[in-house]
């Protein structure tokens, strides 16, 4: 009786045994299934951004599909070939290369006539001058032989010798208008040769101006004309033309100096 007791407690405390490591068992195992609860509350949160950005992604690619489909539309009508642009880049180059060498022969021409103009002016003035010079030393000539004369008949001709006296004095004012003349002429005419020079280089400059505008503007117009103006060759193409025509505008001839 007491055997079979004993075993019965010994069978009692394997029972009590194995519920107590149950109960452990499923301590840990509630913990897990906390843990994983949580693990997959954080999964199902960044599922739900995933959708998001996949959503948005979606989207975008719609939009690129829809943006490309237009770009190879637009290829498709507006492609200008490149021997044609070439072409067009040839013509504007030689429409203004012609415009530039008629310019310039026009201010050559312009220069060679302000010269044999500046030339004349010199002549005139010279001449002017030369003849005046010559026309006062004749009366101051004549002057000084009368005045010879009237002082050797001083005494018996008191009357002559104040008419005389009052025609050298005329004759004096004379010289002295005639040489204030003389130097507001030439004044005048370094004046007038000034501004004919402050003239000529506006003149100048105004011309350069005026071709390099018309020069930009052709450029411009032909290749505002072309689709494919964004593209870097074209970009390339526009800006080695503007460096051409502003090498070509900086560098006048030596034949014009």
Not at 28 to 54: F, I, V, Y
Not at 133 to 139: F, G, H, N, S, V
Not at 227 to 232: E, M, V
Request: hydrophobic content about 35%; glycine content about 4%; charged content about 35%.
């Amino acid at each position: 009786m007491k055997k079979r007791y004993s075993e019965k407690v010994k069978e009692v405390d394997g029972f009590q045994r194995e519920v107590a490591e149950l109960s452990q068992q499923l301590d840990r195992e509630r913990e897990q299934c906390t843990q994983l609860e949580a693990k997959n509350q954080a999964l199902q949160e960044e599922l739900s951004a995933l959708r998001g950005e996949c959503e948005n992604l979606a989207l975008d690619k719609c939009q690129l599909q829809e943006e490309l489909a237009k770009l190879h539309h637009h290829l498709e009508t507006n492609v200008v070939d490149r021997s044609q642009l070439e072409q067009c880049k040839r013509e504007v180059e030689e429409q203004a290369d012609q415009e530039i060498r008629q310019k310039l022969q026009e201010v050559n021409e312009f220069l060679q006539a302000q010269a044999a103009h500046q030339d004349t002016l010199e002549e005139i003035r010279s001449s002017h001058v030369d003849s005046l010079k010559k026309q006062l030393e004749d009366r101051i000539r004549d002057l000084e032989r009368a005045l010879g004369r009237t002082k050797s008949n001083q005494a018996e001709r008191p009357f002559q010798k104040e008419s005389t006296q009052a025609e050298v004095d005329k004759y004096k004012e004379l010289y002295l208008v005639e040489a204030q003349r003389r130097k507001s002429f030439a004044k005048k005419l370094e004046r007038a040769t000034e501004r004919l020079a402050v003239a000529n280089t506006k003149l100048f400059l105004e011309r350069h101006r005026s071709r390099s505008v018309v020069t930009s503007s052709a450029v411009s117009g032909v290749l505002a004309a072309s689709p494919l103006l964004d593209s870097p060759g074209l970009g390339h193409v526009g800006i080695s033309l503007g460096l051409s025509r502003s090498l070509a505008l900086r560098t006048p001839p030596r034949h014009l100096w």
